[in-house]
């Protein structure tokens, strides 16, 4: 699906091409965390593979939250840049709520900002986060009516387990939000039609706490060492036990990969935007 939809992109980009527009990507990453730098390389690789022209700015850790500010409101009166995205987590020293709430909300192709916020818990558009975007593309392809069905979110971020809910509610599903603290949670996932798994917490998920033919998104992606020293990638959900699901998202390969191919289609959406607005504002 992420292949698929990665090539729906290609094409799109094609289209806005043919009207002067190449839809372009700054990616912002301050210092070096290594899980940051993999998942920086793929999202420039995979721009470049759409014809999406992306940009990279890296700043050393120490980089004072005022200079990181200051390159936001650069990219921002950019007119070449349709997205701008700051690689989280930031360094301990600077506010990432400040930094978030600096980004143009057109060109906030995370969907973090407080604008694209409250216009995705009031159902009025914006740019909808890449991974609950992803997430609800994955369901969609094996639900066609979300109402009434049960789903239990597993996680209460920003990033995921909020936002992904607000959509779910929003097709009218009867979504429970959950989290580490919540009590009795295995019995609350049972009665799931689907399982969203985004609390970070390895094969949390077991075979008892799925309802047979239950639907179950695995967002988690912890990285682990085994003895010889080999890292891999473990999700929230103890898959093997999960057979007697209808369907569950691999990781690696599930989600992952469709968050980056929601990053690009927002991309390109935010360059899309561009076309009318910026017609009007022109002189004649
Ligand atoms: N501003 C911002 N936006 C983000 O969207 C954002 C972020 N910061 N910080 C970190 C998280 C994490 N995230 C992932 C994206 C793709 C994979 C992905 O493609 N994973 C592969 C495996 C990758 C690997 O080998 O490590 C997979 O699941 O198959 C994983 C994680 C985006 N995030």
């Not at 721009?47 to 990219?75: V, Y």
């Not at 691999?250 to 992952?256: A, H, Q």
């Not at 980056?260 to 607005?277: M, Y």
């Amino acid at each position: 699906m992420a292949r698929a939809l990665l090539e729906e992109t290609r094409s799109a980009v094609a289209a806005l091409e043919a009207q002067g527009i190449t839809p372009a990507l700054a990616v912002v990453l301050v210092g070096g965390d290594p899980a940051s730098e993999v998942y920086v390389g793929r999202k420039v690789r995979e721009c470049a593979k759409a014809g999406i022209r992306s940009i990279e700015h890296r700043l050393p850790t120490e980089t004072a939250e005022c200079d990181l500010i200051a390159l936001i409101d650069t990219l921002n009166a950019d007119p070449a840049i349709h997205g701008v995205l700051i690689q989280l987590p930031l360094p301990r020293h600077i506010d990432a709520g400040r930094v978030l709430d600096r980004i143009a909300p057109g060109k906030d192709v995370d969907g973090f900002h407080p604008v694209n916020v409250g216009r995705l818990s009031t159902g009025t558009g914006g740019l909808v986060p890449c991974t609950p975007l992803g997430i609800m593309k994955l369901l969609d392809s094996v639900i066609d009516d979300y109402r009434g069905l049960d789903v239990v979110v597993i996680g209460k971020s920003n990033i995921v387990g909020k936002p992904v809910a607000m959509l779910l509610l929003e097709r009218e599903a009867t979504v429970t939000v959950t989290h580490i603290e919540t009590r009795g949670l295995p019995d609350i996932a049972r009665k799931a039609d689907i399982i969203v798994a985004a609390a970070g917490a390895p094969h949390l998920v077991r075979g008892y706490w799925v309802k047979e033919g239950a639907v179950v998104i695995d967002v988690g992606i912890t990285r682990m060492t085994d003895h010889d020293g080999a890292t891999r990638i473990v999700g929230d959900c103890a898959t093997h036990e999960l057979e007697h699901a209808r369907a569950v998202t691999p990781v690696p390969g599930g989600v992952g990969p469709m968050t980056i191919a929601c990053l690009l289609a927002n991309t390109v959406s935010a360059a899309r935007a561009t076309l009318g607005t910026s017609l009007e504002s022109e002189p004649a």
